[in-house]
């Protein structure tokens, strides 16, 4: 099976919050990350978590981590339009590798 | 702050050909990274390079791809002989050693 793995497509209503979820099968990660796509453009990283952290918040962002279930998840509070786009986890071990899920297509519709 | 530059943006070519994409990375920047990622999947590693050195290449996908950093800032990824299954969206991406990795626009390669 996949190292990451994410759910493919997530639709909310604007002005509702948004759970995007990830699992990972690799124990020993030690950065968990966000990344943003955009159509026909480069990721954008939006946030990442240490392994030895269980919650990180940025503004709008809340990043949960649970290392017992190996689940990551973003979750975006008040979905803007602009928010519409792919969202990627990606877990790194020791190396500088990561590996990416398949990314969640958000859709959000007024 | 100019942030990943990669060029061209969009390539078009027969099969058979070769091609070279170019990536410039944030300037203070000493890691480069390579990936391939193909309609509805996530990146997939190629190589990397800190400084001038390329410290992993067994992923690159055969022996027709090859990438260089001989100045330890640009990069060049080259594919030779291409086939329609290498048309894909080229991603290069920069760090500085820390947690962060930040992406260019890509190249998005069409093989006819």
């Known amino acids: 099976g996949e190292d990451v793995e994410q759910s493919l497509f997530l639709s909310v209503r604007e002005g509702d919050s948004s759970v995007i979820n990830c699992t990972y099968t690799?124990?020993?990660?030690?950065?968990l990350y966000w990344y943003k796509q955009e159509p026909g453009a480069g990721l954008q990283l939006l946030t990442y978590i240490f392994s030895n952290m269980d919650m990180k918040q940025d503004q709008r962002l809340t990043v949960l981590l649970n290392k017992k279930d190996k689940h990551l998840s973003l979750r975006i509070a008040d979905t803007q339009t602009g928010d519409s786009a792919i969202y990627f986890c990606a877990e790194r071990r020791g190396s500088y590798i990561p590996t990416f899920g398949r990314g969640t297509s958000l859709i959000v519709h007024p | 702050d100019t942030g990943v530059s990669q060029n061209p943006r969009h390539k078009i070519t027969k099969r058979g050909q070769n091609v070279t994409f170019r990536c410039d990375p944030i300037?203070?920047?000493?890691?480069l990274y390579w990936y391939r990622q193909t309609l509805g999947q996530g990146p997939e590693f190629l190589t990397y390079f800190q400084n001038e050195a390329q410290l992993e290449k067994s992923r690159l996908l055969s022996d027709r791809f090859s990438a260089e950093r001989p100045k330890g800032s640009f990069s060049t990824l080259e594919i030779q002989r291409t086939e329609q299954g290498d048309s894909a969206m080229y991603l290069c991406?920069?760090?500085?050693?820390?947690?962060?990795?930040?992406f260019g626009p890509g190249t998005r390669l069409t093989v006819t």
């Open positions: 300037s203070e920047h000493n890691r």
């Open positions: 690799d124990s020993s990660s030690t950065y």
């Open positions: 991406a920069s760090s500085s050693g820390k947690e962060e990795q930040y």
